[in-house]
């Protein structure tokens, strides 16, 4: 049986669609297919009007995976503990090849964590350093890194308290409206869901119900 089946929706540009259900609906492996972490045995995921899984051309795939990024849902497992700030959020930088030297890559980096509310100076920090708030804002850095249009949220507030869950959701609306970004936002908690999505998706036992 398919964890996903005959799940079709579309979202408008600029705008936040919302999917909700319980726990192993199907809502996070729809976001993994969307980015190209799953392939789908069958049908297909369209970004603007191109098969995402379906590209000859690996250069145009690239291109491709560079407007589309994701959240992850867990700010503690999703940062790589080892590294400092500026690695983490300048790897999709070095790995698109957007930036070669190694100060200007420090200062997109500071530019990227001004952009959601952290300090320049965070560039040199650790993510222990960190409260759960502060590591969701490096991990939204991270995802904006290589200026993408659509950017998919894995329930990015789940693991914080409500306080800092509002805090992360204002930055991430202010980000839409500066930059015109199209969300699939993901979640369980309808009021977290409310506040953010212009459009709700419900999901149940692998499919799109309403």
């Keep these: 049986m398919c964890a996903v089946d005959g799940v079709s929706f579309s ?43 379906g590209a000859a051309d690996k250069a145009q795939l690239r291109v491709m995976r ?19 700030v500026r690695d983490i959020v300048g790897e999709p930088l070095t790995e698109h090849g957007l930036v070669t030297d190694v100060d ?31 590591r969701q804002r490096i991990s939204n850095a991270r995802a904006l890194a290589t200026q993408p249009e659509f950017l998919e949220c894995d329930e990015p507030t789940s693991a914080l308290d409500v306080s800092v869950q509002a805090q992360v959701l204002n930055i991430m609306k202010d980000l839409q409206r500066e930059r015109g ?30």
Excluded at 70 to 83: E, G, K
Excluded at 181 to 210: C, K, P
């Design 181 to 210: 970004l199209t969300y699939l936002f993901i979640s369980h908690n309808l009021a977290v869901v409310r506040h953010v999505s212009d459009q709700v998706g419900v999901m149940y036992l692998g499919r799109l119900v309403e």
């Design 11 to 53: 979202i408008v540009r600029g705008k936040t669609l919302a999917l909700v259900g319980e726990w192993g609906c199907g809502k996070s492996t729809v976001a993994r297919l969307l980015v190209g972490l799953y392939s789908p045995a069958r049908g297909s995921v369209q970004f603007d009007g191109k098969d995402t899984h």
């Design 104 to 134: 200007e890559l420090r200062n997109r980096v500071a530019d990227l964590l001004l952009s959601v509310g952290l300090a320049a100076a965070d560039v040199e920090k650790f993510p222990h350093q960190f409260s759960g708030g502060q």
């Design 66 to 84: 560079r407007r589309m990024q994701m959240i992850f849902q867990d700010p503690y497992a999703s940062l790589n503990p080892r590294w400092k």
